[in-house]
């Protein structure tokens, strides 16, 4: 088993590009997230899935969206890209509320 | 609303000598709590958690954590530290009006002697 995996490992952008991150897990997880990690503080909660075809906004959601159309993907875009955006993007999946799997991160730098 | 304090942002051990990671949460009930640990350029992996059972948890590596509800505290200790362990540690409490978020603390980067 991979666990979760996401697509790019790393990334810099222009300010106002777009880019889409992906995530995908192959342990049947219902709940999928997306957090943001920045120096200093921890992990922030910007999306999660309970399901195929959901979502829900999370602490920090503003600037971000999110699609599940397949259980074991959950993407994360970015519409117009802000320096402010610029972080190391972690997915996580869980099975209900048990423990949550972490992929090894995506670094963005947006210029 | 809930939050974590990690008392420390750094620790530095020598290696075979015990390390404490300190952490506060506050909370008006009593919360589910974890730890993770960040190692160098790696994912994050889950330690040890406490949902209101035992007090004291053990968790992978030789870690354990003490809920003390007095204190309103979970700190992490191993008796011995080894060179593996240098690390980001994070102490993290489970939402309450939302059982999806887990409120993260800023992070203890432990760091070992040799």
């Known amino acids: 088993n991979a666990g979760v995996t996401q697509t790019p490992k790393f990334r810099v952008l222009k300010t106002g590009q777009s880019m889409t991150l992906l995530c995908a897990q192959d342990m049947n997880h219902e709940y999928m997230y997306w957090y943001r990690q920045d120096p200093g503080m921890g992990l922030r909660l910007i999306h999660y899935?309970?399901?195929?075809?959901?979502?829900a906004k999370g602490e920090v959601p503003d600037g971000y969206n999110v699609s599940r159309l397949k259980k074991q993907n959950f993407l994360l875009g970015l519409e117009s890209a802000a320096p402010s955006q610029t972080s190391v993007y972690f997915c996580?999946?869980?099975?209900?509320?048990?423990?949550?799997?972490f992929g090894p991160g995506t670094r963005l730098t947006v210029l | 609303a809930q939050s974590v304090t990690q008392l420390d942002s750094h620790v530095s051990v020598s290696e075979g000598t015990p390390v404490l990671l300190r952490c506060n949460y506050s909370?008006?009930?009593?919360?589910?709590l974890f730890w993770y640990v960040q190692h160098p350029n790696k994912g994050l992996q889950l330690l040890l958690k406490?949902?209101?059972?035992a007090t004291l948890v053990k968790g992978i590596n030789g870690f354990e954590a003490e809920f003390k509800k007095s204190e309103t505290s979970f700190h992490l200790t191993k008796p011995s530290a080894h060179m593996s362990d240098a690390a980001e540690y994070f102490c993290v409490v489970r939402g309450r009006f939302s059982n999806y978020q887990l409120i993260w603390g800023a992070g203890t980067k432990l760091i070992i002697k040799p």
């Open positions: 406490y949902t209101s059972a």
């Open positions: 996580a999946s869980s099975y209900g509320l048990n423990e949550q799997f």
């Open positions: 909370s008006s009930y009593s919360p589910s």
């Open positions: 899935s309970v399901g195929e075809g959901t979502t």
